[in-house]
């Protein structure tokens, strides 16, 4: 009797183990959660605060990566370096392009990156049902014994994807085409092209504009009768700070990184709108 117990302890271990998982950035980390629930660990490469363009990965994590199952990649700028050095210290683990199906746009004027593609898939609704789905698949494919449970739990995100995309409709509805918004890093061009709208960045090739360049974003904005700027705690907001008093316009502390993605687009959506 006493040599079953050890045997049924770990079986059963084995059994309840959850997935390992790690992800790029931190809204990652929301979707897989929604979809795996309580099957699954997750582990956040990039936290909110920081840069996915100049990161690189704690001691930590690096024991996280050696001991994952899934990798879920997304296509931001670190990821290039660092995903084969991952594939080297884990050749077991699964890396899963969350990006694959969507088509990608190029950044905005006036700022360059190394693809010249907008890596921010996450910031629409509609990117973030086609990953959903990615993410279930995954799980569905390294744990089928469970994949209703996963399945149950898609539907349930997807129905909040769909409610999130219509409330954001909802606010805008009434802005002209073309209504532009201003932000100082170009993080918003999915959400700019899929609402039909505008957004005007403040940096110039990656920097803080010129005393000159910063005079023509205020006649742009101006121009353009922009009522907020959206800026993002990754990076320095002194110029936004500057144009908007001088425009009377407020500014916005607004990450693409953040963990709450729903009711981040819908804060953006109202505050362009000039919703209360």
Do not use: C
Request: charged share 20%.
């Amino acid at each position: 009797m006493n040599r079953i117990i050890p045997i049924f302890i770990v079986f059963s271990t084995f059994i309840l183990a959850n997935i390992n998982t790690v992800v790029s950035i931190v809204p990652e980390a929301t979707f897989v959660k929604a979809i795996g629930k309580d099957k699954v660990d997750v582990t956040v490469m990039v936290s909110t605060g920081s840069s996915p363009h100049t990161y690189e990965p704690k001691p930590s994590q690096m024991k996280a990566v050696a001991k994952a199952q899934l990798y879920f990649a997304i296509g931001v700028e670190f990821e290039k370096t660092w995903l084969p050095r991952f594939k080297d210290l884990n050749p077991k683990m699964k890396v899963i392009d969350l990006s694959q199906g969507i088509k990608k746009i190029p950044m905005a004027a006036h700022h360059h990156e190394e693809s010249g593609l907008d890596p921010h898939i996450w910031t629409i609704p509609e990117n973030v049902a086609i990953i959903a789905q990615h993410i279930f698949d995954a799980l569905a494919s390294e744990d089928p014994q469970n994949s209703a449970y996963y399945k149950a739990n898609l539907d349930t995100f997807l129905a909040k994807v769909k409610e999130t995309d219509a409330r954001i409709k909802n606010y805008l509805a009434p802005l002209p085409k073309g209504t532009t918004f201003m932000v100082f890093h170009p993080s918003w061009g999915y959400f700019a092209k899929a609402y039909g709208l505008k957004q005007l960045p403040i940096e110039i090739e990656g920097k803080n504009p010129k005393p000159r360049e910063l005079i023509a974003v205020i006649k742009s904005a101006q121009k353009a009768h922009v009522r907020a700027i959206f800026t993002q705690p990754e990076f320095s907001d002194a110029s936004a700070k500057i144009i908007a008093d001088e425009l009377h316009i407020p500014v916005i502390k607004v990450s693409p990184l953040a963990e709450d993605w729903s009711e981040n687009l819908i804060r953006i959506a109202k505050a362009i709108a000039g919703a209360k």
